[in-house]
């Protein structure tokens, strides 16, 4: 099990529109390596599609922090 893996597979569900997929993805990628950016960033997008609008803020929160400069974060 590799957290890129789940990473990128929490990608290519939210960009096919099935968020739920993409949360489950993602989380498995964070649990995995709790320092990925990308699965944050993910599951970030893919709960703000979901109106789960409070987790979103967080997970992109943490991406802004981790990568301040990321301008699709903010």
């Known amino acids: ?6 990473s990128n597979a929490a990608n290519c ?3 096919l529109g099935h968020f739920e997929q993409a949360v489950q993805m993602a989380d ?3 649990r ?3 320092a990925m950016t990308k699965a ?3 599951r970030g997008l893919s ?3 979901l109106k789960m609008h409070k987790k979103a803020i967080e997970d992109l929160r943490r991406v ?3 990568v301040p400069g990321d301008e ?3």
């Open 40 to 42: 944050y960033y993910h």
């Open 13 to 15: 569900c939210m960009r």
């Open 1 to 6: 099990n590799h957290p890129v893996y789940y």
């Open 72 to 74: 699709e974060a903010r």
């Open 32 to 34: 995995l390596n709790p």
């Open 64 to 66: 802004v922090k981790a």
């Open 28 to 30: 498995e990628a964070i």
């Open 47 to 49: 709960y703000q599609a």
